[in-house]
C-alpha cells in the first residue's frame, strides 16, 4: 500500500490553524449539539475502537487534580475529570458540566444550572451536592490545595436544588468561569476526602465524569485510560483506550516514534523534529501555544532594582536571534502576552514600549544608572530546559553589547523553585504556561503582595489597579482595554522581558485522525481522536 | 569462622544505621520538598502549611527519623508521597527488574569474559592477545549510555525494531521479557566482558610465570591438568572478588541503562522519586541498596573462606 509523505512543517501560519478550529466549531453550532464546541472539532464519521499509544517525555507524579499542580499532571487529568467549564482554545469558557449561567446586576452572585445525566467512573449520578462539595473543598486552604489561592475569590457554594449550584464572590470576578475550568480541582462525589487515603487512591480508581477513565497507572511505565461507556456526550469518545507511555528520554520516543510503538508525541525540542521530518507515515503539525519563555527581573537586589537597568536589557535584547537559538525557529516571538491570547488581548508591538531592540539608548540608560563601566549579573537557569542553554548562551552576547558581563549559573528546578517562592528569583529565565485568560495570566503573578504573590518584586502600584479594574470588569472592550493599559506598564517597568511561545509540535502517525493539540498543552484533543485502522 | 561472622555481621549493621541517617539526612537538605513540587508556582502559604503537616514534615528532623526507624525496623517502610503504594511493593518489585538486568549481565559478561581473559593469558603476545586486548580497550573507554544509545539507533534503523515499551517479567513471557532486555544488557556487559577479561587476562599471566606453574610442567604433567588443578584454581579467588564488585558495579550503574530503556528499575525509581522529593521512596530505595551490597560484600567474604583454605586459619 502506498503511504503519501505528509510532512506539514515548514512555517504554518498560526492564523490558519486557529480559523480552522473556529470553523469546526461555528459547522458544529448549525446543528448545535451542547458539545460541539467541546475538546476540539466533532468528527463527521468516526470509526470506533482502537488505543492509542501516546509517548510522554515527562511523567504525571500522581493523578489527584486537587493536590497536584505538576502540568503532567493536567495534561491527561482533564481526560479523567472535568470542572464546570471548557476553557476553548480561542479564550473563552464553555459550559461543561455546567449547562448555563445567569450572573447578577452587582456580579457577586452565579447561578449555574448543571448538566442533566451525568454519571461518576463509580456509576453514581452527578448532583449540585457534589459539585458544592469539590469547589468548597478546594478553596479551603486547610486542604493545602495548589488551586486555593484562585478559588479565594468565592465566599460561598451552594445546592440550592438538584442541578443548581449558587456561588457568591467576595468582589466581581469575570475570570470565575475559567478559573471553574479544568487546571485545579474537578467535580468529584460529595465526602470524597473524608477517607485518608483518598489522595493516593485516585493513581489506581478515577472518580471523575470524564470521557475516560483510570484503567491503570504504573510507576515508570505507562498510563492506560479507557473508555468510559456511560459518558454523558452520546457516542464519544471513540477510542476503546489511551495508553500513555513514559519514556525519559528523547532517543528512545523517538526510536519508539519510527517503529510504530507510539501513535501520537509532543516534542519540544527542534533537533528532534528534524530527526522524524520526512519519515513515510508521520505527520508532523504545529499549534499555537500558552506557553512562555521569559527573563524574569527580580527587583530585590541591585542592579535590577534600578528600572534604568532593566529597560536598557530589554532595549538590548533581540528575541528572534534568542528564539531561533533556542528553539530553532519552532515558535513566536511575543511581547506582552503570550501566543495564545495575542488575537483577543493582545497590543500591538508599535504601541508598546521598550520592544525594538536600539542598543545606543540602552547604552545611554546604563550610563544614567551608573553602570557605564560595565555590570556584572548572575543569569540563572534550571537544569533539564533544554532551551535555557543556547538561550543562555545568545543573551550573553546581546547584553555583553551593553556592558554587562552576563554569569551563567544553571540550578536544579527544586532549588529555582525554592527561590522563585521565596521572592528571591533575581535575574532568570522562566518557562510558564497559563489557561487562556489575561487574569489567570497576570493577576497572581503581577499584583503586589499580598493580593498577588509578586514574585518579582515588582511592587508597582498602577500595574495593580489595573489588574483589579481587569479582573472585576465583565465587559470585553472594557476588559481589553484594562489590560493593554496594563501591559503597557509591564513594557514600561520591565519586571519581566516575555520572549517567545514555542509551538506545540505534534507528531501522529497517519491513522491518528482528528488529533487536535489544545494551546494549554493538555490533552483535550484525544477525547476527539478516532483511529484509522 | 561463627565469630568472625558475628563481627562482620555486627559492623554491617553499625553500617546500615549509619547509612541510613545519612540517606535521611542528605534527602532533606536538597532544596524544595514534596510541598513546593506538588505547588509548582501556584499555591499559597496557609494551603503549603497544610499539606506540609499532612505530610509530617512540619516536626523536627530527628523526630522525623526516630520515626521513620521505628517503623522500618519493623518492616514497615511506609507510603508513596505521590503514589499511595506501600514503598516495600514498590522497591521490591523494582528491585526484582533491577536484579534481572544485573544477573543476567552478570551471567553474559561471566560467559564471555572469562573464557576471552583465559585465551589471552595463555596466548599472551600473540596476535589473538592482541585481538582481545583491543576489543577490551574499546570496551572499558565507551561510556555504558553511548553504547546503549548506539545499540538503540542501529538496530532500530537496521532491523526498524524496537524494544516493546512495557516491562513484562520473564514468569509472564520469556520472549517478550527477553526482547525487552537484550539491548540494556548488551550495553552493560560489553564494558563488564571487557573490564573481565582483561582481568583474568592479568591473573592469568601471573599465575603462568609461579614457580609451583614451572614445576607442575617440568615435572611433566599433561597441560589439561596443569590447567585446571593449578592454574584455574589460584585465578577463581580474584575471580569471585571480582564478580561480586561487578555486580554492585551494574547495580550502580544501571540508573543510566534504566532511563535510556525505560525499564522500572530501582535505578529508575530512585530518580523518579528525587526528582518529586518522595522521601519515603528515596529511603526506602536507598536503604535496598546499602542492604544489597552490603550483603554481596559478606558472601564474597564467606565464599573466599569455602574456597581458599589459608584464610580458613587466620
Known sequence: MHKSIVAAIGRRPRQSIITAFTAAALAGAAASPAWAELYGPVPDAPQMGGTLDVGML???????????????????????????????????????????????????????????????????????????????????????????????????????????????????????????????????????????????????????????????????????????????????????????????????????????????????????????????????????????????????????????????????????????????????????????????????????????????????????????????????????????????????????????????????????????????????????????????????????????????????????????????????????????????????????????????????????????????????????????? | MGIYLLKRLGASIVTALLATFLIFALVRMVPGDVVAQMMGQAGGPEAEAALRAFFGLDAPIHVQYVTWLGDALRGDLGVSWTRGIPVTDMVVSSFLVTLQLGLVTLAVATVIGVPLGILAGIYEGRPIDTLIQGFNVIGLSAPVFWVGLMLLVAVSSALSWSPPLRFVPPTQSLADNAAILVLPVSSLALLQVAAYSQFVRQNVVSALQQQYVRTAVAKGLPTRIVFFKHILRNVTIPIVTFMGLILIQILGGVVIIESLFALPGLGRLLLTAIETRDYPVVQGALLLVVLVAMIVNLVIDIAYHAIDPRMRVS
Open chain 1, 58 to 533: 515527562v511523567e504525571p507524579p500522581a493523578l489527584d487534580p486537587f493536590h497536584q499542580a505538576a502540568d503532567a499532571r493536567i495534561r491527561v487529568t482533564v481526560l479523567i475529570y472535568q470542572g464546570l467549564f471548557y476553557e476553548a482554545a480561542d479564550g473563552e469558557a464553555k459550559p461543561l458540566l455546567a449547562e448555563s449561567y445567569e450572573v447578577s446586576e452587582d456580579g457577586l452572585t452565579y447561578t449555574f444550572q448543571l448538566r442533566e445525566g451525568v454519571k461518576f467512573h463509580n456509576g453514581k449520578d452527578m448532583t449540585a451536592e457534589d459539585v458544592a462539595y469539590s469547589y468548597n473543598y478546594i478553596r479551603d486552604p486547610e486542604n493545602g490545595s495548589p488551586g486555593a489561592g484562585d478559588f479565594a475569590i468565592i465566599d460561598s457554594v451552594e445546592a440550592t436544588g438538584p442541578l443548581t449550584v449558587v456561588m457568591t464572590l467576595s468582589e466581581p470576578n469575570a475570570a470565575l468561569p475559567m478559573t471553574l475550568g479544568n487546571k485545579y480541582g474537578a467535580v468529584i462525589p460529595a465526602g470524597y476526602f473524608d477517607d485518608e487515603n483518598a489522595r493516593t487512591a485516585m493513581n489506581s480508581q478515577s472518580v471523575g465524569t470524564g470521557p475516560f477513565r483510570l484503567a491503570e497507572f504504573n510507576p515508570n511505565q505507562n498510563l492506560t485510560l479507557e473508555r468510559f461507556e456511560d459518558y454523558w456526550e452520546e457516542g464519544a469518545p471513540y477510542l476503546d483506550a489511551v495508553n500513555f507511555a513514559f519514556l525519559p528520554n528523547s532517543a528512545s520516543m523517538l526510536v519508539a516514534l519510527r517503529n510504530g510503538r507510539i501513535d501520537v508525541v509532543n516534542l519540544e525540542r527542534p533537533q528532534d523534529v528534524a530527526q522524524v521530518e520526512g519519515i513515510e507515515g508521520l505527520v508532523i503539525e504545529r499549534f499555537p501555544s500558552l506557553n512562555q519563555k521569559t527573563v524574569d527581573l527580580g527587583s530585590e537586589t541591585p542592579p535590577l532594582d534600578d528600572v534604568r537597568v532593566r529597560q536598557a536589557i530589554s532595549l538590548a535584547i533581540d528575541k528572534e536571534e534568542i528564539m531561533q537559538a533556542a528553539i530553532g525557529g519552532y515558535g513566536q516571538v511575543i511581547t506582552t502576552i503570550v501566543a495564545g491570547l495575542e488575537d483577543r488581548w493582545g497590543v500591538p508591538a508599535s504601541e508598546l514600549p521598550f520592544q525594538a531592540r536600539d542598543l545606543e539608548r540602552a547604552r545611554a540608560l546604563m550610563e544614567d544608572a551608573g553602570h557605564g563601566d560595565g555590570v556584572d549579573i548572575t543569569l540563572t537557569t534550571i537544569n533539564g530546559y533544554d532551551w535555557m542553554d543556547p538561550a543562555a548562551v545568545t543573551l550573553k552576547e546581546q547584553l555583553g553589547e551593553i556592558g554587562i558581563d552576563l554569569q551563567i549559573q544553571r540550578v536544579d528546578l527544586g532549588v529555582w523553585i525554592d527561590n522563585f517562592r521565596s521572592r528571591q528569583m533575581g535575574f532568570t529565565f522562566n518557562d510558564w504556561a497559563t489557561q487562556p485568560d489575561p487574569n489567570l495570566l497576570f493577576f497572581r503573578h503581577f499584583h503586589k503582595q499580598p493580593e498577588g504573590a509578586d514574585f518579582r518584586n515588582w511592587n508597582n502600584e498602577e500595574a495593580s489597579e489595573l489588574l483589579a479594574r481587569g479582573r472585576s470588569e465583565s465587559d470585553y472592550d472594557e476588559r481589553k482595554d484594562i489590560y493593554a493599559q496594563f501591559q503597557k506598564v509591564l513594557a514600561e517597568t520591565v519586571p519581566t522581558i516575555m520572549m517567545f511561545s514555542s509551538d506545540h509540535i505534534v507528531v501522529r502517525d497517519e491513522a491518528v485522525q482528528n488529533y487536535s493539540q489544545h494551546p494549554t498543552g493538555w490533552y483535550y484533543g484525544i477525547a476527539r481522536t478516532w483511529l484509522d485502522e
